[in-house]
Every structure is written in structure tokens, then in C-alpha cells.
């Protein structure tokens, strides 16, 4: 569903990203973990088209997005949760979902997500939706932040480090959400500097060091057992 070949990117003329391979097929969780720096942020802004990539390609659903602007990238199926979440502090939750609901796209994608599907997935956000950005508590941002990109009907989820600064019982809560999401068809890149949470749901982990791919590790194997990943990442401590 996404498949990203020879990406490379970068700022001012200077290279983040060095000629990255990475496919994550439909209904599935493809990890990406990294240290502060690797080229996480670089990596999904690229995919979404925030940033224009020096060479490579991006697919989505086996069409040619490289180099378009991010509202085309949304159109054809990419969401994006952005590190630190970026909702509105002085809009209401039910303003951000009334904002964000986008009518679903005429060809393929799964069931489209309505309002209703979005609150019937985080009830949590119903409860809140008279309550402003600022009045959230970090979950709930989190909740917030993802019901934005859903409420696109994407194929394609990116997921810019979804359990930052959250407590331990939350971040399960969100992996689990992300396996549900899969589960539903969704094709999800997830990014995190956390080796543990990246193991918790992914189906391909893949470790980024300073911008190249140094590991490539099956998800149910690390669950099995995950020395072979924390050996990944603490070759790329620093
Ligand atoms: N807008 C920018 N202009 C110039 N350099 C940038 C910009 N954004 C990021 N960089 C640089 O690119 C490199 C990769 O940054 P990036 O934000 O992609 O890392 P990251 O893996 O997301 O880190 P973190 O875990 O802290 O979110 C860093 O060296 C960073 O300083
Ligand atoms: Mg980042």
C-alpha cells in the first residue's frame, strides 16, 4: 500500500535521509525506531509531502506521489498524527471532528470513517466534545490528533511518535488501537524512538540510524524475543 524506494531527503541541501527502501502492505504495522535524530520526522514529512525528496519515489496504492503537495498526498490516501499532536488549543473537540470530516474518496479504501465510526472507536472523545485543545489531557490530544487523520478515511496511516510523553497504561492503549486500525486494512507507518512499544505492534520493525536503514527485523519475532532489537539500537546509541 505505501512503498517508499531509494528516498533520500533532506534540509538546505544537506542529507537526512539516505536512499531508504521501506513497503508496508495493507493491514499491516511497519515500525521504524531511531534515536533522537535518525530521521524519523524527516521521513514521515517526506511521505506526506511536506518536504520534497532529493531522489527516490513514494507509492500509495501503487500510484506515483513523489514530489506532490501534501494536499494531493492526503487525497490519495495518506493521514498523517503529527509529533506533538498540533490540535487547536481554542477549538472544542467537536469542532476539530466537524473540521476534519472529509467525505470519503470514490475509488477503493475501506468502509470511510464517519463521526460516529470515530467516537464508536474513541468514546473517550465524546465525552470531551465540548472541551478545548488546551483543556485535553496528553491521551486525549493523542485520541484527538488521530481522529483527525481518520476522519480523512485514509488507506495509508503515519504515526509521528503517537505515545510521547504519555503514561505506561496509555501507551498501551494507543499500540492497541494501532493494531485494531491494521486489523481493519489500514497500512500503518509508525515511528518511535522506543524499541518496546515499536515491538508491541508491529508486524516489520525497521531500526534508522542517522538517516539509513541498519536493521530489518520480523515483529512477531522481536515479541518472541527482542535482544536482537535492543542490539540493533544500542549499536546506534549515542
Ligand atoms: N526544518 C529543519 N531544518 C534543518 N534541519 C532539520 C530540520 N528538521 C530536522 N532537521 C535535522 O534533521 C535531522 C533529523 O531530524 P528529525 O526531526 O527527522 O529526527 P527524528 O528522528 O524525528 O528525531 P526526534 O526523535 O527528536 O523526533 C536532525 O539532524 C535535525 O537537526
Ligand atoms: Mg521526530
Excluded at 506532490?68 to 467537536?94: E, S, Y
Excluded at 490528533?145 to 480523512?152: E, I, W
Aim: proline fraction near 7%.
Amino acid at each position: 500500500m505505501l512503498r517508499i524506494s531509494g528516498l533520500s531527503a533532506g534540509y538546505h541541501g544537506g542529507t537526512v535521509l539516505h536512499d531508504l527502501d521501506l513497503d508496508v502492505p495493507e493491514g499491516s504495522v511497519h515500525a521504524v525506531v531511531g534515536h533522537n535524530g535518525a530521521g524519523k520526522t524527516t521521513l514521515v514529512h517526506t511521505v506526506a509531502g511536506l518536504l520534497r525528496p532529493a531522489t527516490g519515489t513514494v507509492e500509495v496504492a501503487g500510484r506515483d506521489v513523489t514530489g506532490r503537495p501534501a494536499h494531493r498526498i492526503a487525497r490519495a490516501g495518506v493521514g498523517l498524527v503529527p509529533q506533538g499532536r498540533r490540535v487547536f488549543a481554542r477549538l472544542t473537540v467537536a469542532e476539530h471532528i466537524r473540521l476534519a470530516h472529509r467525505p470519503p474518496r470514490a475509488a477503493g479504501g475501506g468502509r470511510p470513517w464517519t463521526p460516529q465510526r470515530v467516537l464508536d472507536l474513541l468514546p473517550r472523545l465524546g465525552e470531551r466534545s465540548t472541551h478545548r485543545g488546551t483543556d485535553l489531557s496528553g491521551g486525549e490530544q493523542q485520541m484527538l490528533a488521530l481522529a483527525r487523520a481518520l476522519l480523512g478515511s485514509p488507506r495509508v496511516l503515519l504515526l509521528d511518535e503517537p505515545t510521547e510523553g504519555l503514561a505506561p497504561v496509555l501507551v498501551g492503549q494507543i499500540l492497541d488501537l494501532v493494531g485494531t486500525l491494521a486489523g481493519e486494512g489500514l497500512a500503518v507507518l509508525l515511528v518511535s524512538p522506543s524499541p518496546a512499544s515499536a515491538a508491541q505492534c508491529a508486524d516489520t520493525v525497521t531500526v534508522l540510524t542517522s538517516g539509513r536503514v541498519t536493521a530489518r527485523l520480523d515483529g512477531p519475532a522481536v515479541r518472541k524475543d527482542p535482544a536482537e532489537l535492543y542490539e540493533a539500537m544500542a549499536l546506534t546509541a549515542h
